[in-house]
């Protein structure tokens, strides 16, 4: 007899790829539950890049932007290190007050045209995560706007000047993977780089530090996601995707 509350199991991504771009809001939104998956990729002799669309400049409250910028860069370049990820972009967007728009999906689609990825990975741009809490509105807004910039990479027409600029299209996008939405139905295994991926969010100290989380524990947080969804996929520990094919009729 079956438990018909029982989740529904994950499926595999697709890991038939050799180059990535992962684009998220703020320095640390991938440690929150993606690195893992990075170190995975980046053990597997794959290139992924990171594009961080502000530098995280408001989210210290003791710390002033200019000051803060400085820091949390440096917390994320160390941190994208211990993953294997060598290229770090800061896209210079005003942290905490982002809005979807055509000046955000423009800034996403020239990362996309500079990096040429085959997966590019944002983070849960759904209003919540999975209703136990809400989700933030820079996250909401760079999720949404790379879903668009990564079609209006391929397109020599939208955003033209960046092709006069040297650019070229790229439409070679095959999808787009959100990680730990709520609506996700893959994952991929991170049991063997689960270690690193706590390192990596470890890595942001001050940040975590500034939010004056006293008892917080970096390990304890990430198993809380990835051994459940690890048991969905029937391994010990993963993390979950919701994933956008950009194909036609995919």
Not at 125 to 152: C, E, K, M, Y
Not at 191 to 212: K, N, P, Q
Request: charged share 25%.
């Amino acid at each position: 007899m079956t438990d018909e509350t029982a989740p529904e199991p994950f499926s595999p991504v697709d890991e038939s790829w050799e180059r990535a771009l992962c684009v998220v809001a703020h320095p640390d939104d991938l440690e929150f539950g993606a690195a893992a998956a990075v170190a995975r990729w980046t053990d597997q002799g794959k290139t992924v890049a990171y594009a961080m669309v502000t530098s995280g400049e408001a989210g210290i409250d003791g710390m002033s932007p200019d000051e803060c910028r400085v820091v949390r860069e440096a917390e994320q370049v160390e941190s994208g290190r211990i993953v294997g990820v060598d290229v770090v972009e800061f896209l210079g967007q005003p942290d905490g007050v982002l809005e979807y728009g055509v000046a955000l999906r423009k800034v996403i689609c020239a990362a996309v045209r500079r990096h040429q990825p085959e997966i590019v990975i944002t983070n849960n741009f759904r209003p919540t995560w999975g209703g136990r809490s809400l989700n933030q509105a820079d996250h909401i807004a760079v999720g949404a706007a790379t879903l668009d910039a990564v079609r209006d990479a391929g397109n020599r027409w939208v955003f033209h000047d960046q092709i006069a600029a040297g650019l070229h299209p790229w439409g070679g996008v095959r999808q787009v993977w959100a990680a730990g939405s709520p609506e996700g139905k893959h994952a991929v295994e991170t049991t063997a780089t689960f270690d690193r991926g706590v390192a990596s969010l470890e890595a942001h100290r001050a940040y975590i530090d500034g939010l004056g989380w006293e008892f917080f524990d970096p390990r304890e947080f990430l198993e809380g996601a990835a051994r459940p969804t690890g048991t969905r996929l029937g391994v010990p520990l993963a993390t979950s995707f919701e994933v956008f094919s950009m194909g036609w009729g995919e």
